[in-house]
T-cell receptor, first 116, second 113 residues
Framework: GAVVSQHPSRVICKSGTSVKIECRSL??????MFWYRQFPKQSLMLMAT?????????EQGVEKDKFLINHASLTLSTLTVTSAHPEDSSFYIC????????????FGPGTRLLVL | GQQVMQIPQYQHVQEGEDFTTYCNSS?????IQWYKQRPGGHPVFLIQ?????EVKKQKRLTFQFGEAKKNSSLHITATQTTDVGTYFC?????????????FGKGTHLIIQP
């Protein structure tokens, strides 16, 4: 089946620094990638949708200048949390969709971000 | 905007009992997907329903999509300890485009042996 990787799996950073998270589709080309965040014991909230070669579409309430998304190729999307603060600590999960008939989204393993 | 409501939030069952989680959308969906997330893990795709009134089975799991394409259910027969986890429904709107999924809050299934 389709595999999506995320790196790093876990990161701890100081407040004010920036963190980049990579999402890769390993065995298929992802025309669209999605970024979600999940707080403990809560559901996944869609942050933004990115299409290769174009600007990401952000959900209402998500600051595009704080969460920079770059979808440079059909297999790679990156999320950069700029000037991170403790309230940005969360589980960030990407998913990729390959455009097949079912348009299934395949999720990466997630990145746990802790901002001190 | 589109909202997806899921109940119950928590469900405690004895091993061997059945389990059902229900999902309702505020708008008509083009499709609905179900995911399972184990504690500490990431969501894993279970199934997608597309057609009105569709019913699909995977071993002990039965998935239904309502006639109006606004509600869905997941039923597990004779639960086992391996069924522990959170089950999320996720809907995609019928407006077309590359919309991300709107997830329900999930149902946490706790099984007592």
């Amino acid at each position: 089946g389709a595999v999506v990787s995320q790196h790093p799996s876990r990161v701890i950073c100081k407040s004010g620094t920036s963190v980049k998270i990579e999402c890769r589709s390993l065995d298929f080309q992802a025309t669209t990638m999605f970024w979600y965040r999940q707080f403990p014991k809560q559901s996944l909230m869609l942050m933004a949708t990115s299409n290769e070669g174009s600007k990401a579409t952000y959900e209402q309430g998500v600051e595009k200048d704080k969460f920079l998304i770059n979808h440079a190729s059909l297999t790679l999307s990156t999320l950069t949390v700029t000037s991170a603060h403790p309230e940005d600590s969360s589980f960030y999960i990407c998913s990729a969709r390959g455009g097949g008939p079912l348009e299934t989204q395949y999720f990466g393993p997630g990145t746990r971000l802790l901002v001190l | 905007g589109q909202q997806v409501m899921q109940i119950p939030q928590y469900q405690h069952v004895q091993e061997g009992e059945d389990f059902t989680t229900y999902c309702n959308s505020s708008t008509t969906l083009s499709n609905i997907q179900w995911y399972k997330q184990r504690p500490g893990g990431h969501p894993v795709f279970l199934i997608q329903l597309v057609k009105s009134g569709e019913v699909k089975k995977q071993k002990r799991l039965t998935f239904q999509f309502g006639e109006a394409k606004k509600n869905s259910s997941l039923h597990i027969t004779a639960t086992q300890t391996t069924d522990v986890g959170t089950y999320f429904c996720a809907g995609r709107g019928s407006g077309g485009g590359a919309d991300g999924l709107t997830f329900g809050k999930g149902t946490h299934l706790i099984i007592q042996p």
